[in-house]
């Protein structure tokens, strides 16, 4: 499994992943799941991956090839003119690779993968896609302002009732880093280190690319003081009464 | 989909669950999935169920009839000398009601269940089990002393932070009640009304037994409460600085 969230905000985007990757409980490794594409002044690209990860890694190689070759750059990412062009170039890619595979007689659903692809081209707004397996995609909207993939449940309550979208980036990244940290806490599947970026609307350049890792001591104080600051919530609720 | 959970306390059982039901989004109903056996002075029961609702009806139905007809009063749950030995019966009758649709041609995962088992009988201390559609069961421990069945996920992490052994059955019915409300906040397949009954521990009778509706006052001061202390609990924690 995987844990990303990409987020609209009024200043720009932000995206955060985990790098676990796992083929059973006792196969687990680190990948990245987060990746990058800039050209400063015309245009950033970012695309977060979940699911399979030869599918996913495939699907980066033949985009990321064809910004090398030259030769070949017709469809390259770095020269679409559209934001919603590149979605429909990765959900193209995206369903071919899946495709290709299914051809080797293994269920379709094992080589699927859903992908967030954010970012801005000069001239148009930041935009934030969803990419599903089947190559169709949706976008972010005031009403949708986020998107995750992999495992997402347990870490949406709390993006739900403290998502703001006037928020700066530390807290947007204070706000993430605890919906990491609930996952983390309930699925092995999910894991340190984390990957994030953030993206001022306009600039045409990255912000702010780091990783945190399991010694980072913000994320051990988020994580425990979360679990403080949650019992102090709780107990700040009126008590129930039983009727009578 | 369904949310139950069950729980062990110091002081004895307390047990909640959800009433909504459906077959596809535009068939929902509501059934009650908590059913409760007692013989004052004897044996309490709890059952919560999970799953194909034909599967469990028909659970406890059989379940049911036998603890009626005199003559076959044989394996009544009534009459076990043990909480394992019902866990057992509860266990293997799901397994029969399953395999018996199994004849239709569905799909056997169509016709699953889960059922969360708690309750006491003179002389053993209360237990609490967790039932599988396979008919094996696990039993709640220290280490493992609450059981989720349903739409689990969106509600666990407060539930991980905030669970304490020796709380009151209050304090235990307002930590369910903000599971429950993150979970129905996420997923329209959980809904009130909320059910709960409490135990507590070598009374051999139920304690409270309630049901919670939408118009309830202090389930509506719960669930906007927890909202503005969740943020509130967010703001507490520290802040994010970009390193440098």
């Keep these: 499994m995987t844990y990303c969230v990409g987020m609209r905000l ?15 409980l006792d196969n687990i490794a680190t990948a990245r799941k987060m990746h990058t594409w800039e050209v400063p002044g015309d245009r950033v690209i970012t695309l977060m991956t979940a699911g ?14 064809r910004t090398k070759a030259p030769v070949d750059r017709a469809p390259s990412i770095l020269q679409s003119p559209s934001m919603f062009q590149i979605a429909r170039e990765v959900g193209t890619t995206l369903k071919e690779v899946i495709h290709s595979n299914d051809d080797s007689g293994a269920e379709a659903a094992a080589f699927g993968a859903t992908m967030i692809l954010g970012g801005q081209i ?11 397996p089947e190559g169709n995609f ?13 495992e997402t449940k347990y870490g949406k309550p709390i993006l739900v009732r403290a998502y703001d979208k006037t928020a700066s980036f530390e807290n947007s990244i204070k706000l993430l880093l605890v ?4 996952t983390i806490k309930s699925n092995l599947s999910v894991g340190l280190p984390i990957d994030y970026v ?3 609307a306009d600039t045409l ?3 702010v690319q780091g990783r945190i890792l399991d010694s980072d001591p913000y994320y051990q104080e988020v994580s425990n003081g979360w679990s403080e600051a949650l019992k102090s919530a709780f107990a700040q609720l009126p008590d129930f009464t039983f009727p009578e």
Excluded at 52 to 65: F, H, P
Excluded at 140 to 149: G, T
Excluded at 179 to 182: E, G, I, Q, Y
Aim: overall charge negative; aromatic content about 12%; charged content about 20%.
């Design 122 to 132: 000069k001239g148009s707004p930041p935009r934030l896609f969803l990419i599903y």
């Design 10 to 24: 009024d200043r720009g985007l932000v995206f955060m992943s985990d790098t676990r990757t796992n083929a059973g």
């Design 198 to 200: 953030t993206y001022t």
């Design 52 to 65: 399979n990860l030869a599918t996913t890694q495939s699907v980066v190689g033949i985009l990321d090839e």
């Design 179 to 182: 919906s990491f940290d609930s």
């Design 205 to 207: 350049r990255f912000g």
């Design 138 to 150: 949706i976008e972010a909207s005031d009403d949708n302002p986020f998107f995750q993939i992999g």
